[in-house]
């Protein structure tokens, strides 16, 4: 049976739910209604392949209903997971273990496809990358995606991530865009080993002067939250760029990580992008992770003179609020203790 919901108010599905960014959004939709009491209970469902994982048993004592099936083998389960689904958030992160460049399209696909059919009132993608990024990254080692020639051609995130935003707007009357530009702060702990054997942290000398926008996963998971409880109409259609309040240039980011580990003896390493890639593969062990970091980090453009500029504003319009700045973010003592710890943490637990 088929339920039709009004203008998309009602249960709230996040796919993705065991990787970090999910698990962050499925976590934030949880706590929504106890902060804003006026907000309806919204049953929210966290979509996963494996409901007996540490983080499946997280999200089911926090109160979220699991939903696990194989996305890319089962639609029948995918569309029965998704039948009493007002809106869906697609949710696809590289940074897990299913996720590459050779499957990020289809992953999203089946999701969508799988939405069309079970009539989910609308659909809220999230992605790191927009059309009017540069077409070749400056610090990404992949080559340009224009010259990709299939939707199975794996060459770079970028390419899948487009077709995936393409191929929405085709099938999804009701869809809203949401980009999250740049380095998240909590992508930074992957360089925590490192710092903590060598005193120092390892940047690109070819690209000091680059300026990223960068942002908090919890001002995501706010964001994202705020629209999904919103009726449709309020935000069909529409795109999103979730930053931070900061731009800052690749230098600045790295001495103020120092600076607020309070590593004040600690030098910044200049290395080629060889070197770095190779310095993430020793801390996440996962060629595919970094890949979609160096190509995500790679969205810069060259700072210039003077040139500051508020870059909050889309944030502010959903949340109210500009976001957590870089030393907000590590005045936090559990982030504190996880850089201060010489061991990586993987991206899923």
Request: charged share 20%; glycine share 4%.
């Amino acid at each position: 049976m088929t339920i039709s919901y009004i203008d998309g108010k009602g249960p709230i599905f996040v796919t993705n739910a065991d990787g970090d960014k999910g698990y962050a959004i499925t976590q934030r939709m949880l706590q929504f209604p106890s902060k804003y009491p006026h907000l309806p209970q919204y049953p929210i469902y966290a979509g996963l392949p494996d409901a007996s994982t540490t983080r499946a048993a997280s999200l089911k004592e926090q109160g979220a209903n699991l939903r696990a099936f194989d996305i890319f083998n089962d639609h029948k389960a995918a569309v029965d997971a998704l039948r009493d689904i007002a809106k869906l958030c697609l949710v696809v992160d590289p940074l897990s273990e299913r996720i590459s460049r050779a499957n990020a399209f289809q992953y999203a696909k089946a999701f969508i496809d799988a939405a069309k059919e079970a009539k989910v009132n609308h659909i809220i993608f999230l992605t790191p990358f927009s059309p009017l990024d540069p077409v070749s990254p400056p610090s990404s080692p992949f080559r340009d995606p224009a010259m990709c020639i299939s939707l199975a051609d794996p060459t770079t995130y970028r390419s899948q991530y487009m077709m995936i935003e393409t191929y929405l707007r085709t099938q999804c009357e009701n869809c809203t865009i949401l980009r999250y530009p740049g380095i998240l702060y909590e992508h930074l702990r992957v360089f925590r080993k490192y710092i903590f054997e060598n005193n120092a942290f390892p940047v690109s000398g070819q690209h000091l002067e680059f300026s990223i926008e960068s942002s908090s996963m919890a001002d995501i998971a706010q964001g994202t939250a705020c629209i999904a409880y919103a009726p449709t109409t309020r935000h069909r259609s529409n795109v999103y760029k979730l930053t931070g309040p900061q731009l800052l240039t690749l230098e600045e980011v790295s001495t103020r990580v120092l600076t607020c580990l309070q590593r004040d003896d600690a030098e910044l390493n200049l290395i080629d992008l060889n070197a770095l890639e190779q310095i993430l593969y020793e801390s996440i062990g996962n060629k595919e992770h970094v890949a979609f970091l160096l190509e995500v980090w790679g969205l810069q453009q060259k700072s210039m003179a003077g040139g500051r500029f508020e870059i909050t504003r889309d944030l502010e319009a959903l949340t109210g609020q500009s976001g957590k700045t870089l030393n907000e973010y590590f005045e936090d003592d559990k982030v504190q203790d996880v850089f201060r710890s010489p061991m990586p943490t993987p991206f899923v637990v």
